[in-house]
């Protein structure tokens, strides 16, 4: 499962005039029977939203006054992650006659065309805060405080990543929300702005356009919506045409084969590179110690210690913290019993939280030996979307890893024969090629299996050099476990 929370805001997308129908909450509760958390985003306050809405049980947690408030139904606690507003603001606004006007614990709310005289007090007294509209609402609060910011607060609670996330709304005030999600929709009564800016656009208005979205998510989990999402794509390379080739994040599984120094590495270093840039989390399974010096990753484990299953999921339970599982401690015939165990774990963390997003899996034939054969296919999982596997020769490799690759990545002087090799274990038709398959500096062969496209070249991006590293090791002891 890789998208785990939907985000909904609640006026104009979840209720109708304040209220949420039958249907639309019979919907939340399939979503909930799926396995998934629902967050609710929204700029009333909580009071307000408790008093027209009863089933806040539907969700995991609960963002109000347009950020600045979140409350765990479960506990039934609530905590204010913003400064309130100052009281000579308030006074102020009620000596000119602003009305109507709330106040809540952070958000001072009015309406159309109050902003005038609302802005006039601010500049007046020097404040530092901003006016947010939503539709014909007008709310003031602290500079910085917004849907998004109240969101990444709640996540950072739930330990999800906003790549694992889905956000719907309808007003001027959702596009901070939308924008901090993975993918997001707009209902199809949304203010224009909102059409823009969302990815997608619901057939339907209100609590049916939610439920749309909700029957996607239960049905596909989004898969053929994430492949268009070209928002979140990243690019692995220019064509000889000098059009970029982007990838689907966490939805592909890949083979990056051929000759020792034929550009492996830089291939695979580029890609890692910006999969971080965009903040997707990773996993470098790396037998032989080369990826050590990648700076955007703890390194655990070297050639005197043997990282632990527990370590390494502990690391990446922290949404933003890659890992680099460093096996030089492991002797070549203990290395494919201690990648079938953590493979597993990382398995059960993915179906829990969809990460980690990519899993590298360097000398892929040091862990899922073709010699193994049978027993491999055995403990494999059905579904190895974002996972990419290193090698030198793909016939090295497992058969029943091979069979599951979408594209296949040569590299080297024999990216032919790395084409042939891949076909002849995998006993697949050759496919045919326009052109001779002779690379050049900086170029590999990309041929992906799931289109009937013959191979092409590519251009890897160069890899960073300017960047210092940072020693966040863990090299020379264990972590401390939770108790």
Same mark, same amino acid.
């Given at each position: 499962?890789?998208?785990?929370?939907?985000?909904?805001?609640?006026?104009?997308?979840?209720?109708?005039?304040?209220?949420?129908?039958?249907?639309?909450?019979?919907?939340?509760?399939?979503?909930?029977?799926?396995?998934?958390?629902?967050?609710?985003?929204?700029?009333? +306050?909580?009071?307000?939203?408790?008093?027209?809405?009863?089933?806040?049980?539907?969700?995991?947690?609960?963002?109000?006054?347009?950020?600045?408030?979140? *409350?765990?139904?479960?506990? #039934? =606690?609530?905590?204010?992650?913003? /400064?309130?507003?100052?009281?000579?603001?308030?006074?102020?606004?009620?000596?000119?006659?602003?009305?109507?006007?709330?106040?809540?614990?952070?958000?001072?709310?009015?309406?159309?065309?109050?902003?005038?005289?609302?802005?006039?007090?601010?500049?007046?007294?020097?404040? $530092?805060?901003?006016?947010?509209?939503?539709?014909?609402?007008? %709310?003031?609060?602290?500079?910085?405080?917004?849907? @998004?910011?109240?969101?990444?607060?709640?996540?950072?609670?739930?330990?999800?990543?906003?790549?694992?996330?889905?956000?719907?709304?309808?007003?001027?005030?959702?596009?901070?929300?939308?924008? !901090?999600?993975?993918?997001? *929709?707009?209902?199809?009564?949304?203010? /224009?702005?909102? #059409?823009?800016?969302?990815?997608?656009?619901?057939?339907?208005?209100?609590?049916?356009?939610?439920?749309?979205?909700?029957?996607?998510?239960?049905?596909?989990? %989004?898969?053929?919506?994430?492949?268009?999402?070209?928002?979140?794509?990243?690019?692995?390379? =220019?064509?000889?045409?000098?059009? +970029?080739? $982007?990838? !689907?994040?966490?939805? %592909? =599984?890949?083979?990056?084969?051929?000759?020792?120094?034929?550009?492996?590495?830089?291939?695979?270093?580029?890609?890692? +590179?910006?999969?971080?840039?965009?903040? *997707?989390?990773?996993?470098? &399974?790396?037998?032989?110690?080369? *990826?050590?010096?990648?700076?955007?990753?703890?390194?655990?484990?070297?050639?005197?210690?043997?990282?632990?299953?527990?370590?390494? &999921?502990?690391?990446?339970?922290?949404?933003?913290?890659?890992?680099?599982?460093?096996?030089?401690?492991?002797? %070549? $015939? +203990?290395?494919?019993?201690?990648?079938?165990?953590?493979?597993?774990?990382?398995?059960?963390?993915?179906?829990?939280?969809?990460?980690?997003?990519?899993?590298?899996?360097?000398?892929?034939?040091?862990?899922?030996?073709?010699?193994?054969?049978?027993?491999?296919?055995?403990?494999?999982? /059905?579904?190895?979307?974002?996972?990419?596997?290193?090698?030198?020769?793909?016939?090295?490799?497992?058969?029943?890893?091979?069979?599951? &690759?979408?594209?296949?990545?040569?590299?080297?002087?024999? @990216?032919?024969?790395? &084409?042939?090799?891949?076909?002849? !274990?995998?006993?697949? =038709?050759?496919?045919?090629?326009?052109?001779?398959?002779?690379?050049?500096?900086?170029?590999?062969?990309?041929?992906?299996?799931?289109?009937? /496209?013959?191979?092409?070249?590519?251009?890897?991006?160069?890899?960073?050099?300017?960047? #210092?590293?940072?020693?966040?090791?863990?090299?020379?002891?264990?972590?401390?476990?939770?108790?």
């Amino acid at each position: 499962m890789h998208y785990i929370s939907l985000i909904t805001d609640y006026d104009g997308t979840l209720a109708t005039y304040g209220k949420v129908s039958d249907d639309t909450i019979a919907a939340l509760e399939r979503l909930l029977e799926s396995g998934r958390k629902i967050v609710l985003v929204t700029g009333r +306050e909580l009071g307000d939203l408790l008093s027209v809405f009863p089933r806040v049980d539907l969700f995991e947690w609960v963002v109000a006054e347009n950020g600045a408030l979140v *409350y765990h139904p479960t506990s #039934k =606690t609530e905590t204010v992650i913003a /400064q309130a507003p100052p009281e000579n603001f308030v006074k102020t606004l009620q000596d000119v006659n602003v009305t109507p006007l709330s106040i809540g614990r952070v958000i001072v709310s009015s309406w159309h065309p109050n902003e005038t005289a609302i802005l006039d007090v601010i500049r007046e007294l020097g404040l $530092e805060m901003q006016v947010i509209f939503n539709k014909g609402a007008v %709310m003031v609060l602290p500079s910085g405080v917004n849907k @998004a910011s109240g969101l990444m607060a709640v996540l950072e609670e739930m330990k999800l990543s906003p790549h694992n996330i889905v956000g719907i709304g309808d007003g001027e005030n959702d596009l901070s929300l939308l924008n !901090a999600c993975q993918c997001s *929709y707009a209902v199809a009564n949304s203010v /224009q702005a909102l #059409k823009d800016q969302a990815d997608f656009v619901t057939e339907g208005n209100n609590g049916a356009g939610v439920t749309e979205l909700i029957d996607t998510l239960v049905n596909t989990d %989004m898969e053929e919506v994430d492949r268009k999402l070209k928002r979140r794509h990243i690019s692995i390379g =220019t064509r000889e045409d000098g059009s +970029e080739v $982007e990838i !689907a994040p966490s939805r %592909m =599984t890949l083979l990056l084969a051929g000759s020792s120094g034929g550009g492996k590495s830089t291939a695979a270093t580029a890609m890692l +590179e910006r999969l971080t840039e965009q903040g *997707y989390q990773l996993c470098v &399974i790396d037998p032989e110690g080369d *990826y050590t010096t990648f700076e955007d990753a703890v390194v655990i484990g070297d050639n005197s210690r043997v990282p632990s299953t527990s370590e390494v &999921i502990q690391l990446l339970e922290t949404p933003s913290q890659s890992v680099i599982v460093n096996l030089l401690g492991l002797s %070549m $015939e +203990e290395r494919p019993a201690f990648f079938s165990n953590l493979l597993s774990s990382l398995q059960e963390l993915r179906s829990a939280t969809g990460r980690p997003h990519w899993t590298l899996v360097d000398e892929a034939h040091h862990v899922l030996p073709a010699s193994r054969g049978d027993a491999t296919g055995r403990t494999l999982p /059905q579904d190895l979307q974002g996972t990419a596997f290193i090698t030198v020769d793909p016939k090295q490799v497992a058969a029943s890893v091979l069979a599951k &690759i979408d594209t296949l990545i040569a590299v080297g002087d024999a @990216a032919e024969s790395v &084409i042939n090799g891949f076909c002849e !274990a995998t006993q697949s =038709t050759r496919p045919a090629v326009q052109s001779s398959l002779a690379l050049k500096p900086g170029e590999v062969i990309v041929w992906d299996r799931t289109h009937d /496209q013959p191979p092409f070249r590519l251009q890897v991006p160069k890899t960073s050099t300017t960047r #210092k590293r940072h020693d966040r090791k863990y090299a020379g002891r264990p972590l401390k476990m939770r108790a």
